[in-house]
């Protein structure tokens, strides 16, 4: 069996600690057993490792989330990167065809898709690894996991199954979207079931749905040709059209965090960063990403968030309408985490086209930047804090605090932090985008053998 771990999202649901670089998944707001922080992918990806699936997961994702996916989680994980955001039924087909052509596996294999974000037990796995034994004895095309509900909510998808029950599943009957409270109340009489977002099938199943819509299975072709799959989800592609679906129940804990008011019932704490929060703002969560102080008083059922991408101030009960707000919002990422360290953005200017980012940049010790260039931008670096080795154009020389560098167009540089590095660089140009970053090399000890040594002096 394996496993196809989905991690994606544009970030809007909890804007503004979130954003089109770092998606709700990666928001260190939750407690693990030593009472430390950590985010969504990384509980997740910890209880796969419970229940012995680790080893055979795959992380799908957007190419702008693999730095984040390392610097959370390592390097072990396999990620399958799509090179553009398409939504989820390309996103598992482009999966499906690297286990199939990279990985050689069976037709016949099992895999199991699920989302990075659900926030239950390690039981909820156990089910997981129940889906390649349901499918063989069924024989279904999908298999699906329900979820017992505890109220009528109208916030989930539901599953309607048959009434005649197989042992440990039924057989699928239809699907409701996001009913209002009357009908949801109806649904669970009919022993209706949330739709937990998890299903199973055999390889060969999307295989063969890719060889009927005209795609390539082999992984290096999707990959080439991967903006022309058709931009939808899994559920419209694939499971609207499947005639055979069968569905396991789970009767554990499970939630989804995809909201405010529904993330704060589950944090660590009621306040994560600089500020004060009354003792009279009662069921009220503050989360300060910023350096200055954030003071909450008298202010209940509410929760502020402030982060270098914007401050909200929402009661939880309206806190879900955020996306909608925030809709044809598209500034620029203020705050991003690498494998390297992460940035800050302190400041960005437009003059009649002529771009300037100010960003502070933290490097991790022992960590390092690739060898690269920039066509259309200058950088000047200022070392504020600790070591560095730093690359010009195949020279090495160290620089430390107080130190001054200046990078034109097309010239190639790298930095590794001795010493955690802090370094406060100002970009200027005219197209200060992710795609004029063009990476040359990333292994540091091939770097260092191909270059001479100029003495230590400031620059």
């Not at 239950?120 to 129940?130: A, I, L, P, T």
């Not at 009528?152 to 199954?161: A, H, L, T």
């Not at 499970?254 to 589950?266: A, I, P, R």
């Not at 540089?413 to 200060?432: C, D, F, R, S, T």
Request: proline content about 3%; aromatic content about 8%.
């Amino acid at each position: 069996m394996r496993v196809i771990l989905l991690s994606g999202g544009s970030g809007k649901r909890l804007w503004p600690l979130s954003n089109d670089a770092r998606s709700k998944q990666f928001l260190k707001v939750l407690s693990n057993d030593e009472n430390q922080l950590e985010s969504m992918v990384q509980r997740v990806y910890k209880q796969l490792r419970n229940v012995k699936l680790h080893d055979k997961t795959s992380l799908a994702t957007s190419k702008a989330q693999v730095e984040m996916i390392r610097n959370q989680i390592g390097n072990d994980v396999n990620v399958i990167a799509e090179p553009s955001r398409r939504d989820t039924f390309p996103a598992i087909a482009l999966a499906a065809a690297y286990l199939y052509s990279e990985e050689n596996l069976s037709e016949d294999e099992v895999v199991a898709v699920l989302p990075v974000d659900p926030y239950v037990e390690d039981s909820f796995f156990e089910k997981v690894k129940e889906l390649e034994t349901i499918i063989h004895k069924s024989n279904s095309d999908l298999a699906l996991i329900g979820i017992t509900p505890t109220y009528p909510s109208e916030k989930y998808g539901y599953i309607v199954p048959e009434k005649e029950e197989e042992g440990d599943f039924q057989r699928v009957s239809r699907f409701t979207e996001k009913p209002n409270e009357t009908v949801a109340k109806e649904l669970l009489t009919k022993q209706a079931m949330w739709n937990s977002g998890v299903f199973g099938f055999r390889l060969g199943y999307i295989i063969s749905i890719l060889q009927e819509k005209g795609y390539s299975t082999n992984y290096e072709q999707l990959m080439d040709t991967y903006d022309q799959l058709e931009k939808i989800s899994f559920d419209y592609a694939v499971v609207e059209n499947a005639s055979n679906i069968v569905v396991t129940s789970y009767n554990g804990f499970w939630k989804d965090l995809g909201t405010w008011n529904t993330l704060t019932e589950e944090m660590a704490t009621r306040q994560i960063g600089e500020g004060r929060v009354s003792n009279s703002s009662e069921n009220t969560h503050m989360i300060n990403e910023l350096g200055i102080p954030v003071s909450v008083l008298g202010i209940k059922d509410a929760v502020v968030a402030a982060s270098p991408d914007g401050i909200l101030v929402a009661s939880k009960e309206e806190s879900p309408k955020i996306k909608e707000l925030m809709s044809g919002h598209d500034a620029i990422p203020m705050y991003e985490e690498r494998y390297w360290g992460n940035y800050k953005v302190l400041d960005y200017s437009n003059f009649s086209g002529h771009q300037v980012i100010t960003r502070h940049v933290k490097i991790n010790t022992g960590k390092h930047l690739s060898y690269q260039y920039h066509k259309y931008r200058k950088e000047n670096w200022t070392i504020i804090k600790g070591e560095g080795i730093m690359i010009i154009d195949d020279s090495i020389q160290v620089v430390r605090q107080g130190d001054v560098v200046q990078i034109n167009e097309e010239q190639k540089h790298a930095i590794k932090a001795i010493k955690e590095l802090e370094i406060i660089e100002v970009q200027q140009g005219v197209n200060l985008i992710e795609a004029d970053v063009h990476r040359i090399q990333d292994d540091w000890e091939l770097l260092e053998e191909n270059c001479f040594i100029k003495a230590e002096v400031s620059i």
